[in-house]
């Protein structure tokens, strides 16, 4: 989200006060928050003005390494630590293209799956007033300063009509091994879903959230070709949705909101009926202020320590000149 989000997040922030506002859900009301599950405690995680603003989603590919996407400019950092930091690998960061080698992707959300990077957008900012509801696939171990998008899946007539800056803000992926161990519902089949009703799609499917109505939607995306298959749906808790975050340790599904929610955090698991839905509500930790975070990330169980581990936040707003803060989540 870029500066065009923040009059979004005043309006989505009155519908959280309980006002009726055009386009938005009235009957939606903020849940229940517990204290956030972790310590209080935040610090900032980059050196001083690093990335600037518009810093959106993160993910872990190891204990040390995490990938981050920024929407303006276009560009994926791979970062490294730096102390007790983080800082972008010696690339200084890598400009994004669609598989033509054009345009600029709106970069919102990213993950690292066996298939690559993978990240989610709201549309090319060469024609900034259109939607372009996209998934784009990276190769992570190129060496050219610049991306191009080795696959690239096409949603927007998939999905609800939105406004080209409230589109794909968040990504995530979950392997098929425990969605099926786990009871996952294929709303499309209305049976149990199986891996291989879905050829050519890989080890697990995509959950990509849309920011501008809260819903989670997940997809089969075939690897070979530019095919998809939607599988389900089901709200986030929120009525806008900045970020989603696997945690395979727990199998919680955490889905992030913003400034516009107070900072507040869901935990989503699968129920008896095979559908994912909100189990845990939780406030920001105490340490930290009401930021425009756009990105959460979890590092991975191995990390734990003291019966707690890092998690990562990406502010867009760049508050106080840093992009990233950093705080612990119990294991």
């Not at 001083?48 to 990938?67: D, E, I, K, M, P």
């Not at 499917?205 to 939607?230: H, K, P």
């Not at 839905?277 to 930790?285: D, G, H, K, L």
Request: hydrophobic share 35%; with cysteine; aromatic share 10%.
């Amino acid at each position: 989200m870029n500066w065009l989000g923040k009059a979004r997040s005043a309006v989505t922030a009155l519908a959280v006060a309980g006002l009726a506002v055009a386009g938005t859900p009235s009957s939606w009301s903020a849940p229940a928050a517990t204290s956030w599950p972790g310590g209080s405690a935040v610090a900032t995680a980059d050196g001083s003005n690093v990335f600037g603003t518009n810093l959106s989603g993160l993910s872990y590919q190891s204990a040390s390494v995490v990938w981050a996407v920024q929407n303006g400019p276009s560009k994926v950092y791979r970062l490294v630590p730096n102390g007790s930091l983080w800082k972008p690998d010696p690339s200084g960061g890598k400009t994004l293209r669609y598989g033509n080698g054009q345009g600029v992707p709106d970069a919102e959300g990213i993950v690292v799956s066996p298939d690559g990077l993978v990240v989610s957008t709201e549309r090319d900012d060469d024609d900034g007033d259109t939607s372009l509801l996209k998934v784009l696939r990276f190769d992570p171990t190129s060496t050219a300063s610049t991306l191009t998008a080795t696959r690239e899946w096409d949603l927007t007539s998939d999905l609800p009509d939105v406004g080209s800056n409230d589109g794909l803000e968040a990504i995530s992926w979950i392997p098929d091994s425990f969605l099926t161990s786990h009871g996952f519902r294929d709303e499309r089949t209305g049976a149990a879903y199986s891996a291989g009703s879905y050829p050519g799609h890989g080890t697990g499917l995509y959950f990509v959230g849309l920011e501008d109505n809260g819903t989670v939607y997940a997809y089969a995306f075939n690897q070979t070709s530019n095919s998809y298959t939607r599988v389900a749906s089901f709200t986030s808790g929120f009525s806008t949705v900045m970020d989603l975050e696997f945690d395979p340790g727990t199998g919680h599904l955490w889905a992030v909101c913003d400034n516009s929610c107070s900072g507040q955090s869901t935990t989503l698991d699968l129920n008896a009926q095979g559908k994912f839905a909100v189990t845990a509500t939780y406030s920001r930790p105490s340490g930290m202020a009401n930021l425009n975070n756009e990105g959460f990330a979890i590092a991975p169980a191995s990390t734990c320590s003291g019966g707690r581990r890092t998690v990562l936040w990406a502010d867009d707003g760049n508050t106080s000149k840093h992009a990233l803060r950093s705080g612990t989540l119990n294991c």
